[in-house]
């Protein structure tokens, strides 16, 4: 994936795959609180490895396996952005991701 990434100018994803895809670890994961500081870090990661224009990860803070409170934060290389906080009552998760990213992509056009 990594050669790929010079194509590359918006990099969205959340803490676990960012792990899982570029062996970027936030220190001091926490579902149930959310990790803002995790997430602030491996997106200046993200941004200084790849040179891309925009780093945004999805943030969670899951109480239950339905109660969940969503929120984002973009990167830029100067300043950290962050949405507001969303209490989301989950009742299927597929598309949740997707829905973000198309939002931030009409944002960004």
Do not use: H
């Amino acid at each position: 994936m990594s050669e790929l990434m010079q194509y590359v100018n918006v990099i969205i994803g959340n803490e676990q795959d960012v792990e899982k895809i570029f062996r970027i670890k936030a220190a001091d994961s926490n579902v149930a609180k959310g990790n803002i500081e995790g997430c602030k870090k491996i997106s200046k990661e993200l941004f200084d490895k790849f040179k891309c224009k925009y780093v945004p990860i999805t943030l969670n803070e899951s109480f239950s396996v339905s109660d969940n409170r969503w929120s984002g934060l973009l990167y830029d290389g100067r300043n950290y952005y962050f949405s507001n906080k969303y209490k989301v009552y989950i009742l299927d998760r597929v598309g949740g991701g997707d829905s973000f990213t198309a939002g931030l992509i009409f944002a960004l056009l």
